[in-house]
């Protein structure tokens, strides 16, 4: 009997739902339970993330859970796990990646090209304004936090305040909702978050189930969220800073590409490396001291 711990949204339960998937067809005796919990970023739902605790807001039950052992594999949106991992616990596998790009969800399906002068766009993440502010400077960028599917009828609501937002792709997908989208936004021109649309499996250093999860591990997903991470990390600043990063697996190489911006969006920093999946780590590295150099401590001091 494995037990599954996962955030109680519909988008977090359908993920678990998947990695009790992967982990049936690899481990065909497996007994999977999926467990539920209510995260602090879940009970307040209002207030921005940066108010609220930023780091592990979304993950910080699960991973009590597991300490206590009330579970013993705890599913993730990777892109919100804190870099810093505690030496108890480890990711130990990732899933195959879904699309990693973020969309714009219009009322009126209209591209963000297309929308009103003055349009209000929805979304409560710096990476995302920034990139929003870069390409449409008169934009008015408007709160918004929920779930997936909170999010999705508020930018439709006729009378709303919202002529569109911005989600993940990858949502969306698992919950069957493409058909909402008005626009998907080339990765190299609208950069997603490190992690975003891999699914972690985390579990404690110690437990033998370490073992059988690596047996579900998606071996380009992890070289390139890894070498994500790794940048972000190295940068020194957290999730909710306005970075993005996307690694790809080409051939025999991986390909990870970095994004600093400035808050208003008026600067927006680009770095590329390229190197072997053996070493993500080190590019990842390797990618946020080209950023430095280029000048990506000042865009992240001017933010704070």
Not at 126 to 153: F, K
Not at 257 to 270: K, W
Request: overall charge neutral; proline content about 7%.
């Amino acid at each position: 009997m494995l037990r599954i711990g996962a955030r109680a949204s519909a988008l977090a339960r359908r993920q678990a739902d998947l990695a009790a998937e992967a982990l049936r067809l690899a481990q065909p005796d497996a007994v999977c339970e999926v467990v539920a919990f209510s995260t602090r970023g879940d009970r307040d739902p209002d207030r921005p993330l940066p108010e609220i605790g930023g780091k592990g807001v979304f993950t910080a039950e699960l991973e009590a859970a597991l300490r206590n052992g009330a579970i013993a594999v705890a599913v993730h949106s990777l892109k919100d796990l804190p870099t810093e991992e505690s030496p108890d616990l480890v990711v130990a596998a990732v899933l195959e990646r879904a699309d990693p790009c973020d969309v714009l969800v219009s009322r009126t399906r209209r591209r963000l090209a297309d929308l009103p002068p003055r349009p209000g766009i929805g979304t409560s993440c710096l990476r995302r304004e920034a990139q929003i502010a870069a390409l449409r400077p008169d934009a008015r960028l408007l709160p918004l936090r929920g779930n997936v599917e909170t999010r999705v009828r508020k930018a439709t609501e006729p009378d709303g305040p919202y002529d569109a937002i911005v989600l993940a792709a990858a949502g969306l997908a698992r919950l069957g909702l493409e058909a909402v989208v008005a626009e998907r936004f080339a990765p190299d021109r609208f950069f997603p978050a490190p992690g975003q649309g891999a699914i972690a499996l985390q579990c404690r250093t110690d437990d033998p189930l370490r073992d059988a999860l690596r047996t579900v591990n998606h071996a380009p997903t992890w070289a390139a969220v890894a070498a994500e991470r790794a940048f972000l990390a190295a940068l020194g600043c957290g999730c909710s800073a306005p970075v993005g990063a996307l690694g790809r697996v080409e051939g025999d190489r991986l390909v990870v590409r970095g994004m600093v911006a400035s808050a208003d969006g008026r600067a927006l920093l680009r770095v590329e490396r390229t190197g072997s999946p053996a070493g993500a780590e080190a590019l990842g590295r390797a990618l946020a001291a080209a950023a430095l150099e280029a000048g990506a401590a000042d865009l992240l001091a001017a933010r704070s």
